[in-house]
């Protein structure tokens, strides 16, 4: 057995829907401007621009549910909901029609965002880690299997703070469907069991306060609700659900 000089980090995982065992997470990949609308609200033309990703450590990853602590060094607090999608198979250079046999299931997830330190990162030509990279920045609900629920290519995605509409899109939307994210993915790194997807959101992403209940979800996939609490997570809470 091997032995480390610290204590061992907790496994980051996911519930799974019906089942007591749970899903082990190794990385967290995010497609940027992935719905035409968004990227248009975001200033950029979505008829030029190919995928582009970028990473949430594991541990970000929380249950969408109960409270969600207001992060620090922000005054511009924003959600994205988005499909997640679980790598069950790895692989590099994934042809888009063989996709699908990779995925081990999907759920939808929120892709919180301090904004005003990544307005600040794109004007300074630096990375988006502090923006989007932060503890507790990427909740979820638990997966649904591949064997129950399929492929979804479509299905309304939305979510509502304090029952106010704020995001309403269709999966079908994306500019690059699933099959085309997984492959391309694959060609820059070499996908393993465990890897999220996070596929991108739809346009009316805006900011959140301390007490705000934001809920959501994606027909046929799964449903979230949490609250925005006013304490800031601390390091002592860091693996905490």
């Given at each position: 057995?091997?032995?480390y000089v610290i204590a061992q980090p907790a496994q980051p995982s996911l519930a799974i829907v019906g089942e007591d065992a749970r899903f082990p997470v190794r990385r967290i990949f995010c497609v940027g401007r992935?719905?035409?609308?968004?990227a248009?609200?975001?200033g950029h033309d979505p008829d030029r621009e190919p995928p582009f990703f970028f990473s949430k450590p594991h541990d970000a990853l929380i249950p969408a549910e109960g409270e969600v602590p207001y992060p620090?060094?922000?005054?511009?607090f924003h959600?994205?909901?988005?499909?997640?999608?679980?790598?069950?198979?790895g692989g590099c250079d994934i042809a888009p029609a063989d996709a699908?046999?990779?995925?081990?299931?999907?759920?939808?997830?929120?892709?919180?965002?301090?904004?005003?330190?990544?307005?600040?990162?794109?004007?300074?030509?630096?990375?988006?880690?502090?923006a989007k990279g932060f503890d507790k920045s990427a909740p979820a609900s638990p997966l649904l299997p591949v064997s129950k629920i399929g492929h979804p290519e479509s299905g309304s995605i939305w979510l509502d703070v304090n029952g106010e509409p704020r995001q309403r899109?269709?999966?079908?939307?994306?500019?690059?469907?699933?099959?085309?994210?997984?492959?391309?993915?694959?060609?820059?790194?070499?996908?393993?069991?465990?890897d999220l997807i996070f596929t991108g959101t739809p346009a009316g992403v805006g900011a959140l306060q301390p007490g705000d209940v934001v809920t959501g979800g994606i027909e046929g996939i799964n449903t979230f609700s949490f609250t925005i609490a006013s304490t800031p997570r601390t390091p002592a809470t860091i693996n905490e659900k």
């Open positions: 057995m091997t032995e992935n719905y035409a609308d968004h248009r609200e975001m620090s060094l922000t005054r511009d959600f994205e909901v988005e499909l997640v999608v679980a790598i069950g198979i699908q046999s990779h995925i081990w299931g999907y759920t939808v997830g929120v892709d919180l965002t301090r904004r005003d330190l990544q307005a600040d990162a794109k004007k300074s030509g630096r990375p988006w880690d502090w899109g269709d999966l079908a939307d994306q500019i690059w469907p699933v099959k085309d994210i997984i492959s391309y993915l694959s060609r820059a790194v070499a996908l393993q069991p465990g």
